[in-house]
């Protein structure tokens, strides 16, 4: 069981949005604006996608947010596009592990 | 352009010790970041293995039960791993990356399977 709560899949048409949960506690999300999120397309290392909740790394598209409130982050993708379809994980700072990730969210682009 | 390669034996036997490297290119590993190791079994989700700094400051992952050891070797610009008595559950693809100390880690090697054999 992973120490991070994700959807196990979600899907959406070409062009809609989509959101994905990650439900940590007060000692990881809760507390701490230090929320990641990675894409993975099968068989590929991880590729940043947000990080410290809201921020875009250089070259990510604005299609891509992300946002916390309480013990929960999201990860909103608007436009969907067929190459958005990949697995999704958050990850946190955490005062117990120093970092966890999430169980991860497989994206159907329909 | 920051680079990573992962590289060691695919394969270890059980109870043996697993030994990875990783080469950094384009990017000092004696400065001012941590370099993270992560790990993730065939069908599972991302596990933080460790991290590990140029001062020598090093975190573990608490379910490694401490069969886990970051070292660095600056001369050659590389990170290695570590991991003793390895299971079956050590299978997995290994990752080395920059760690961000809280931030994120935003460049990733390609990784490398490790398979644990009987």
């Known amino acids: 069981q992973s120490a991070l709560t994700q959807p196990a899949s979600v899907s959406g048409s070409p062009g809609q949005s989509i959101t994905i949960s990650c439900t940590g506690t007060s000692s990881d999300v809760g507390t701490y604006n230090f929320v990641s999120w990675y894409q993975q397309h099968p068989g590929r290392a991880p590729k940043l996608m947000i990080y410290e909740v809201t921020y875009r790394p250089s070259g990510v598209s604005s299609r891509f947010s992300g946002s916390k409130s309480g013990n929960t982050a999201s990860l909103t993708i608007s436009g969907l596009q067929a190459d958005d379809e990949a697995d999704y994980y958050c990850s946190s700072y955490s005062i117990t592990t120093m970092w966890l990730f999430g169980g991860g969210t497989k994206l159907t682009v329909l | 352009q920051v680079e990573l390669q992962e590289s060691g034996p695919g394969q270890v036997k059980a109870s043996e010790t697993l030994s990875l490297i990783c080469s950094v290119s384009?990017?000092?590993?004696?400065?001012?970041?941590?370099w993270g190791w992560i790990r993730q079994a065939p069908g599972k989700s991302l596990e933080w293995v460790g991290s590990f700094f140029h001062t020598g400051r090093s975190h573990y992952n608490p379910s490694l039960k401490g069969r886990a050891t970051i070292a660095m070797d600056t001369s050659r610009n590389q990170v290695s791993l570590e991991v003793t008595s390895v299971t079956a559950a050590d299978t997995a693809v290994y990752y080395c990356?920059?760690?961000?100390?809280?931030?994120?880690?935003?460049?990733w090697g390609q990784g490398i399977l490790v398979t644990v054999a009987p």
């Open positions: 384009g990017y000092s590993v004696n400065t001012a970041y941590y």
């Open positions: 990356a920059r760690d961000r100390s809280r931030s994120s880690f935003d460049y």
